[in-house]
């Protein structure tokens, strides 16, 4: 059975801190992995990811790709209070789109 | 960027009563189209994928005679919650697909009384 799983699925910081929030995954045909944030609405696009090692980068926020060991980690340096959301990832199945659990950061002053 | 509407936002209604949403790709073709149900401080569940022209996919456990979709077009989605129960009260997010990442819709809340 296809499965994203996400860990941790809840993390309280002080702002500053650096956060690394993980997604593991078994689908049957990857075709890729997707990042999203979810504040009070629908969840806004982060990153794609397709190829292992290569790192995406968009300002305070960074993700990586392991497609032998199947999973990706998000990281946010210098966290602020704006962070806090809910972070989605999903895999994309070439047929579906299936999401984890999610992290639900919370960034505290 | 690609932009994809979703309508209504919000909608209240009696139980028994059917409730449709739609979902619009409004600046490309969406060959493929996703309806999602999130309920309170939980993620997106997966409902059923759509294909323009065919059939949708439904999930297991997803009863596809009380949730009707029908993909018409390569823009437009919609989903019927047919004779609503007050559990079907939730946030429902159509997302839009025609090159990955998919785009989403704004969600439509329902609130079944």
């Known amino acids: 059975e296809d499965k994203v799983v996400q860990s941790p699925l809840s993390l309280v910081v002080h702002e500053g801190d650096t956060v690394t929030l993980n997604c593991s995954y078994e689908?049957?045909?990857?075709?890729?992995l997707l990042w999203y944030k979810q504040e009070k609405k629908a969840p806004t696009f982060l990153f794609m990811l397709t190829s292992s090692g290569i790192e995406k980068k968009s300002g305070r926020l960074s993700s990586i790709l392991d497609k032998k060991e199947l999973f990706s980690i998000l990281n946010i340096t210098a966290t602020q209070t704006g962070d806090s959301a809910i972070y989605l990832c999903a895999v994309d199945d070439n047929n579906d789109m299936r999401f984890g659990a999610g992290t639900r950061l919370t960034v505290k002053p | 960027g690609a932009v994809v509407s979703q309508h209504p936002s919000w909608v209240i209604c009696k139980s028994g009563t059917s409730v449709k949403i739609e979902c619009r790709s409004l600046d490309f073709q969406a060959t493929t189209m996703f309806w999602y149900r999130q309920f309170p401080k939980q993620s997106l569940m997966l409902m059923a994928t759509?294909?323009?022209?065919?059939?949708?996919?439904?999930e297991q456990g997803v009863e596809k005679d009380k949730f009707l979709i029908n993909h018409a077009s390569l823009t437009l989605s919609t989903l019927t919650v047919t004779s609503a129960h007050p559990e079907d009260s939730s946030f429902y997010i159509c997302?839009?697909?025609?090159?990955?990442?998919?785009?989403f819709g704004a969600g439509t809340r329902l609130s079944v009384l």
């Open positions: 997302s839009a697909s025609g090159r990955v990442p998919a785009y």
């Open positions: 759509s294909n323009e022209g065919s059939k949708a996919t439904y």
């Open positions: 689908v049957t045909n990857f075709r890729s």
